[in-house]
């Protein structure tokens, strides 16, 4: 259980999302998660270790570490992480539970259910319309306030985005004003400002999403009360042959949410 | 066998929940579990190494931990996560039970081997008891040994061998105050999810059960 499952429960949301949604995941996915793995983990991985107090005073060096570091950059990203991608999750219950629907007006055998057997209806891709357009909404806003303050809680707890080099702590036990040292400050500084511009350029991805659904979400209701007799199959076939060729490009993985899609 | 394994069960689980159950098992591997590899075993990895007592005496420090911390934060939480999420099980074992009478039989007994009636019911709801019950025996376990949830800065400790009142000192105290919130806030919402799904659950059927007894009478 690790980075990799939260991949596989996104995966199958990959399907339903617009363009931009798509390359929203891979950026998360690339840009963010994997760094953060690969390389973020690494560099704050000795941080109490090589934080150095200019003290022979027990305890000085815990309680300054304590009061610089309240929550440590590495575990605020990860918990950044794991709430940014969190909404995405009513998208994959909302689509599980329409097919879930569609699944038991079949099994009825109502006459107004168009699929030919269950394996078409656990196949098929719905549009971004109706109740699910508002889930899909909610969801990218939640992310947009989720990244919002995360970043702001970043800036507020460590003033600014900079790692200093050299910090000067008085708290109790130590006996003076001592010096401390922090360890890989400008491999943090770097790593830092590099999430930081991963983590805006996801906020901009966010909100071109939600302009584009609000653009689209208008002009559909301008398109219907301006020509009531448009051909419906024929919008639709054109958005799936846009979706199928996003597909192809971006990054779709497995089929199943865990358990969401079964 | 590690972490991959719950995981396993708990998707099994999934199949026959209710959409309730299906947010609790969401919540569980996202919210639960996932921090807790991801982020939280991290924090406490050295906690031994980096609990630094103000005396040089050779055995003192690791007498005054054991005395302070005899169950450490984070086994505690992997306990809990475990005893949490086995009562599912039982729910997986009485269809998988179901499915064997069906083949021993070789006709069709239920009218669908998932569906939460008779005694699947019965199974789910003492599932769901459990669940709840766990939840808040490891609360409860935690508020005791630790004395809230709070993490001090510095402990006070006079146990043989050390030599008089010694200060010792926690690692990183305000982080593991942070994330030990952080696990009883999501304790609360799985306890909450669950006592929904158990009221949703009676309550469903008491309608069936006086409808039907309703269409009896009237027959």
């Given at each position: 259980m690790d980075w990799g499952a939260l991949h596989t429960i996104l995966g199958g949301v990959n399907k339903h999302s617009t363009s931009i949604g798509k390359i929203w995941l891979t950026v998360l996915f690339i840009f963010r998660i994997m760094i953060l793995v690969v390389a973020a983990?690494?560099?704050?991985?000795?941080?109490?270790?090589?934080?150095?107090?200019?003290?022979?005073?027990?305890?000085?060096?815990?309680?300054?570490?304590?009061?610089?570091?309240?929550?440590?950059?590495?575990?605020?990203?990860?918990?950044?992480?794991?709430?940014?991608?969190?909404?995405?999750?009513?998208?994959?219950?909302?689509?599980?539970?329409?097919?879930?629907?569609?699944?038991?007006?079949?099994?009825?055998?109502?006459?107004?259910?168009?699929?030919?057997?269950?394996?078409?209806?656990?196949?098929?891709?719905?549009?971004?319309?109706?109740?699910?357009?508002?889930?899909?909404?909610?969801?990218?806003?939640?992310?947009?306030?989720?990244?919002?303050?995360?970043?702001?809680?970043?800036?507020?707890?460590?003033?600014?985005?900079?790692?200093?080099?050299?910090?000067k702590c008085n708290a109790w036990p130590c006996p003076n004003t001592v010096d401390c040292f922090v360890s890989r400050p400008t491999e943090k500084t770097v790593f830092t400002i590099f999430m930081i511009a991963v983590s805006s350029i996801c906020i901009l991805l966010n909100v071109a999403e939600l302009c584009y659904l609000l653009t689209k979400f208008f002009l559909r209701r301008s398109k219907k009360a301006g020509n009531p007799k448009h051909h419906p199959n024929h919008e639709n076939k054109e958005e799936t042959k846009q979706n199928e060729m996003n597909e192809l490009i971006s990054d779709s993985c497995q089929n199943t949410v865990i358990g969401f899609s079964s | 066998m590690s972490w991959g394994f719950l995981r396993d069960l708990l998707s099994g689980v999934n199949k026959y929940s209710t959409g309730i159950g299906r947010i609790w098992v969401a919540v569980v591997f996202i919210f639960r579990l996932l921090v807790y590899i991801a982020v939280a075993e991290n924090i406490w990895k050295y906690e031994l190494d980096e609990f630094e007592c103000n005396v040089k005496q050779p055995g003192c420090e690791n007498v005054c931990f054991d005395h302070f911390f005899p169950v450490s934060h984070i086994r505690l939480w992997a306990l809990q996560l475990i005893m949490v999420s086995t009562p599912s099980l039982l729910v997986v074992f009485h269809v998988a039970y179901r499915e064997n009478r069906e083949k021993h039989h070789n006709r069709k007994l239920y009218r669908s081997l998932g569906e939460i009636d008779g005694g699947l019911l019965c199974t789910y709801l003492i599932s769901l008891v459990l669940k709840t019950g766990f939840?808040?025996?490891?609360?409860?376990?935690?508020?005791?040994?630790?004395?809230?949830?709070?993490?001090?800065?510095?402990?006070?400790?006079?146990?043989?061998?050390?030599?008089?009142?010694?200060?010792?000192?926690?690692?990183?105290?305000?982080?593991k105050m942070i994330f030990l919130y952080f696990l009883v806030a999501t304790s609360g919402l799985c306890i909450v999810l669950n006592l929904s799904e158990l009221s949703y659950l009676i309550f469903k059927y008491s309608i069936k059960c006086y409808l039907k007894s309703y269409v009896k009478k009237h027959q």
């Open positions: 983990e690494r560099v704050w991985g000795d941080e109490q270790d090589d934080f150095v107090c200019n003290t022979l005073q027990p305890g000085c060096k815990n309680v300054c570490y304590d009061h610089f570091f309240p929550i440590s950059h590495i575990r605020l990203w990860a918990l950044q992480l794991i709430f940014v991608s969190t909404p995405a999750l009513l998208v994959a219950m909302h689509v599980a539970y329409r097919r879930h629907e569609k699944k038991r007006q079949f099994r009825k055998g109502d006459q107004k259910c168009e699929y030919k057997d269950i394996e078409e209806i656990r196949k098929q891709r719905f549009h971004i319309e109706g109740t699910l357009w508002w889930t899909y909404t909610s969801s990218i806003f939640f992310r947009l306030v989720f990244e919002a303050v995360f970043m702001y809680a970043f800036y507020f707890m460590y003033d600014g985005f900079r790692m200093p080099r050299l910090m | 939840e808040i025996v490891f609360l409860f376990l935690f508020y005791k040994l630790y004395n809230g949830f709070k993490v001090p800065r510095l402990v006070k400790c006079d146990i043989r061998p050390c030599p008089n009142t010694v200060d010792c000192y926690i690692s990183k105290p305000t982080e």
